[in-house]
Structures are given as structure tokens and as C-alpha cells.
């Protein structure tokens, strides 16, 4: 599997972003697929995760309220609404997929490059 994840900007705080990860394949809706992000200086940092049917979705809980995670098995695209954006979310963002839906980056099997996000003040 492949990822390609985009979106990313330069936006300011309370504002919005959506960020798209594009997978190849015809078995992306057998996996779960999370958004990690990592910030300068600091390790990376589970967001969100949403199981291969969308029945299960989890969040971290500095994001609960404000992203939302969804996916299109269609077009083989998972996605991240980001509202009320802080200066905090400023970080790379990452997909991932992998077999569960889970907050731990290493029971992940493929990872996507990254889309910068900054969040001005």
C-alpha cells in the first residue's frame, strides 16, 4: 500500500484545514487507517483512527471536538477535518494504515510522507 497524503497550509488560529491521504490498491477498505502527527523537537503523536467500515473511530483527546476523521473506500482516500485550528496543531501530519485501529504508530504497516500544517497565532 501507498500513501499520499495533502492539504496541508499555512492557516490561522480557529480557521480550517482538510487534509487527504490517497492509497493504491484495491484492499484499502481492509485497513484501519490513523493520522499521526509529529511537532519540531517532539515525538510523534497519535490524532485520529478509523477502522476499514468506518465502524470504529478514535481520537486523541486534544483533538476530540474539533477534527474529524472519515474515509471514501470508493476512492480509496481517508481524510482529516481540522476545525478550530490552535497554534498547538502546528506539526507534519502523517497517514498510516494498518490491520487495527490503535494509537501506537508501530502497529502501523505503511506510512505516507508527511503535509505541514501551521497554525498562526
Known amino acids: 500500500v501507498q500513501l499520499q497524503a495533502s492539504g496541508g497550509g499555512l492557516v490561522q488560529a480557529g480557521g480550517s484545514l482538510r487534509l487527504s491521504c490517497a492509497a493504491s490498491?484495491?484492499?484499502?477498505?481492509?485497513?484501519?487507517m490513523g493520522w499521526f502527527r509529529q511537532a519540531p523537537g517532539k515525538e510523534r503523536e497519535f490524532v485520529a483512527a478509523?477502522?476499514?467500515?468506518?465502524?470504529?473511530?478514535n481520537y486523541a483527546d486534544s483533538v476530540k471536538g474539533r477534527f474529524t476523521i472519515s474515509r471514501d473506500n470508493a476512492k480509496n482516500t481517508v481524510y482529516l477535518q481540522m476545525n478550530s485550528l490552535k497554534p498547538e496543531d502546528t506539526a507534519v501530519y502523517s497517514c498510516?494504515?494498518?490491520?487495527?485501529?490503535?494509537?501506537?504508530?508501530?502497529?502501523?504497516?505503511?506510512w505516507g510522507q508527511g503535509t505541514k500544517v501551521t497554525v498562526s497565532s
Open positions: 498510516a494504515a494498518g490491520s487495527v485501529v490503535a494509537e501506537r504508530p508501530s502497529l502501523y504497516d505503511y
Open positions: 490498491g484495491r484492499t484499502f477498505s481492509r485497513y484501519a
Open positions: 478509523i477502522s476499514g467500515g468506518s465502524g470504529m473511530i
